[in-house]
């Protein structure tokens, strides 16, 4: 993704261009070293973000040049005709007509679609590179990390990859917002600007940007590095943004919610690790007791079920905590000020009944403190969270921006209000 300098004024034109690159590198070794003597790269920009369909085309296109023909795996062909077209004056039309067909095969599945469904194809794609580029703890010890709103940097040598990580993390988090600075894809010079912003963030860091490594190593303490590449995770060691303020030792109330946030991922990690591959990650077990009917192989639909599950576990109960005031203003249109107020010590009393399984419903036939997720998950106390071994989560995470922002955005019917 990068600016679109056609851009002019109010037009049409969007700020933006979208790209994805297919990349050839001829390497030469010399002296133990190896350095790309040559690079061949064939582009694909697009004023709308059609990244999958794009990514899709290149792939088709690989596929069939290259690894389709034997003895081929060097490229050589497919490269010299690049090279040739490089050369020619006016390649446009050729390269379109050797392109559009792999075009056509890539956008089959977007082209013609309701847009609600591309939306929903796009997060799928997205989760599905997050959920095979970590495994379930680390997959569960970055959610977190991102509900309770913390710096966090992820790191890969793939920019697609860090694009769509970040968009899958993203879309995890729903129905809550990520409500700070999001930059998937920053170069090292900006990332290290960045990185002293004082508010949460999620920052991308290409590792071929020059400078990356350096910007790395000096990472500060109260940023969460995720490195794709790899597939781990590691857990600041300070909490930034940290609004759970118990007691007068900062430090030691640091560390205990960072032993919290590590227990909290393996207990989840472990739930969606059984459901997406129960005879490994529940060999030890005589049980394989369920509370999400998920095939085992469908791995992104097990994470986005298990994800969405836990944060409307630690939603749950939010409009009954809740109170919408309207205050009559003496002006002349007589405006009515609204707030709403929410109970803390009345919401936390309630996670602690649901965690103990003993939260009864007001009616026989709807738990009002569900009605508005329109879900039929029933979760607790699995993934209830106790307080007295995730109290601090707990309040970290109510006192972040994206809970402020969901209570706010409750309508006035779903609480009590005068």
């Known amino acids: 993704m990068a600016p679109n300098a056609n851009k002019r004024g109010d037009d049409d034109t969007t700020d933006f261009l979208y790209g994805v690159s297919l990349v050839f590198n001829e390497i030469k070794e010399s002296g133990g070293d190896k350095q790309a003597v040559k690079v061949v790269t064939l582009s694909l920009v697009s004023e709308r973000n059609v990244i999958p369909a794009m990514r899709s085309t290149l792939v088709q296109l690989y596929e069939e040049k290259v690894m389709s023909k034997p003895n081929n795996r060097d490229c050589k062909s497919l490269v010299e005709s690049l090279e040739k077209l490089s050369a020619e004056g006016d390649k ?53 990390t991102a509900l309770l709103e913390q710096k966090i940097v992820f790191t890969s040598n793939r920019r697609s990859t860090l694009v769509s990580t970040v968009a899958g993390l993203r879309s995890l988090l729903r129905p809550l917002n990520w409500s700070h600075l999001i930059v998937p894809t920053a170069p090292a010079s900006l990332a290290s600007d960045l990185m002293q912003y004082p508010a949460p963030f999620i920052l991308g860091i290409p590792l071929d940007s020059k400078g990356s490594m350096e910007t790395l190593k000096n990472l500060p303490e109260d940023v969460t590095l995720v490195d794709i590449d790899v597939g781990r995770v590691i857990l600041t060691k300070t909490f930034s943004y ?88 003496d002006t002349v249109d007589k405006t009515a000020e609204q707030n709403v107020f929410f ?48 109290g601090l989560v707990m309040k970290t995470f109510l006192r972040g921006q994206s809970m402020s922002s969901f209570i706010s955005s409750q309508s006035k019917e779903t609480m009590p209000f005068w």
């Open 242 to 329: 940290n609004s759970a303020g118990e007691g007068s030792d900062e430090k030691a109330t640091t560390a205990a919610l960072r032993s919290q946030v590590l227990h909290l991922a393996e207990s989840l990690g472990n739930v969606i690790g059984g459901y997406q591959s129960d005879s490994i990650w529940r060999c030890d077990s005589p049980f394989s007791d369920s509370f999400v009917e998920v095939n085992p192989s469908r791995k992104v639909e097990a994470v986005q079920k298990i994800s969405r599950a836990f944060i409307l576990e630690l939603t749950a109960g939010i409009n009954t905590c809740c109170y919408w005031v309207e205050e009559e203003c």
């Open 92 to 144: 446009s039309t050729t390269l379109a007509s050797i392109v559009e067909p792999y075009i056509k095969i890539g956008s089959s599945t977007w082209i013609d679609k309701p847009l609600a469904y591309q939306m929903a194809a796009f997060e799928r794609s997205c989760i599905e590179v997050l959920v095979e580029s970590l495994s379930p703890i680390p997959l569960s010890l970055l959610l977190i």
């Open 343 to 390: 109970d803390e010590d009345r919401f936390l009393h309630l996670k602690q009944l649901r965690s103990e399984d003993t939260y009864s419903t007001l009616f026989e036939s709807e738990d009002l403190a569900r009605v508005n997720h329109q879900s039929t998950l029933e979760v607790r106390p699995l993934l209830a969270l106790d307080l007295r071994d995730f």
